[in-house]
């Protein structure tokens, strides 16, 4: 008798006491004995973990975790996925939460032989939900891969996503470790080596836009920047890593466009907040990996930087015009980019 799961959902949680009860029931555990949920609780210093322990006790496929140090969230997903007995597996942040009657039925969906299934999903606001629908498909990976880029699923993010675990696996596909905006690089090769992709239109995730998320929050840090740099000579990477393909090069230029109109504003605005000591550390860290490629986009920001002594100084102003000196530099770069 085959006692495997079908379905991993995968819960990394730091200090989420507020919404991990209703991330939890909502799984419905007891209904789907054919799935188990994977818990790891990332070093939490509120009353998380014995609110994750109660269910653990009432739950035997609810599997809990506690890491000891702080380790981020794409190690404890990493170590997660290693953990997990499923054949698929999802992805669920503590801070939101899914109808699990619906998801039952994409596990039926996925079944027709998917590496990756992608659904639509609910956004939830203070006025109310709103949802994104897609449109029902099939996909070879690479393609689904190029419309991932463009941002044609919804949304850049892993939990919208379904996948079988052993395709994981075989392409070497874990996070990131260490930065924020992990999902796009993952998801982004998960797909392009994707035999067959599937989107299906129900939404099955509630993403809860919380303004005070990691990603979200109104305090820019040095790792929120430092981060999108290094998407951005990820993304240079994979690509120089792949055949020749208009279809990918053209993706590629639309995500880049779209992190360079994401992450200047950004800048801007940890100026504003003062990160003036921090600033420099960040723009030698951004020159480091402008040098590691030689591209129009890394040439392009080089020279702006090496150019610009008021990078370093106090004056605010001088600051933001750069700011947005290199922004419409990094644009031009951008579309220039089919020459390399």
């Known amino acids: ?52 322990n109660l269910f653990a006790q009432k739950h035997a496929n609810l599997r809990c975790y506690s890491l000891t140090h702080n380790m ?17 597996i999802a992805f669920l942040d503590a801070d939101d939460y899914i109808d699990a009657a619906i998801l039952a039925e994409k596990m039926r969906v996925i079944d027709a032989g ?87 239109p129900t939404p099955f995730y509630m993403y809860r836009c919380n303004n005070n ?10 790792l929120h920047l430092m981060s999108m740099v290094r998407l951005h000579f990820d993304l240079v990477q994979i690509l120089q890593a792949k055949p020749e393909s208009d279809q990918l090069r053209a993706a590629f230029t639309r995500a880049w ?4 109109q994401e992450s200047l504003p950004r800048m801007e605005k940890a100026l504003q907040q003062g990160m003036h000591e921090q600033s420099p550390e960040f723009f030698g860290e951004f020159m480091h990996y402008v040098k590691c490629y030689d591209t129009p986009f890394s040439r392009a920001a080089l020279s702006v930087i090496q150019s610009r002594p008021c990078l370093y100084s106090n004056d605010m102003g001088s600051r933001v015009s750069l700011l947005w000196r290199i922004k419409n530099s990094l644009r031009n770069a951008v579309r220039r980019i089919r020459k390399f």
Request: hydrophobic letters at 40%.
């Open 1 to 52: 008798m085959n006692t495997q799961p079908k379905l991993s959902i995968i819960i990394c949680v730091h200090n989420e006491e507020r919404y991990i009860t209703e991330c939890i029931e909502s799984m419905h555990l007891a209904d789907h004995p054919q799935w188990e949920a994977i818990v790891i609780n990332d070093a939490s210093t509120d009353k998380t973990l014995d609110i994750i």
């Open 72 to 88: 981020g969230l794409g190690n404890a997903r990493n170590f997660a996925i290693m953990l997990a007995k499923g054949e698929y």
């Open 114 to 200: 998917a590496d990756v299934l992608i659904s639509g999903h609910s956004r939830l606001y203070d006025h109310g939900p709103t949802a994104i629908v897609l449109n029902a498909g099939e996909f070879f990976g690479h393609t689904a891969a190029c419309l991932y880029l463009r941002r044609k699923f919804g949304s850049w993010a892993s939990w919208v996503h379904i996948y079988r675990r052993d395709h994981v696996l075989q392409n070497n596909c874990l996070f990131a470790s260490g930065v924020y905006s992990q999902d796009v690089t993952f998801c982004f090769k998960t797909l392009y080596a994707a035999g067959k992709v599937i989107t299906d």
């Open 213 to 222: 998320s990691v990603t979200r929050g109104g305090t820019i840090t040095p």
């Open 257 to 260: 466009d779209f992190l360079i």
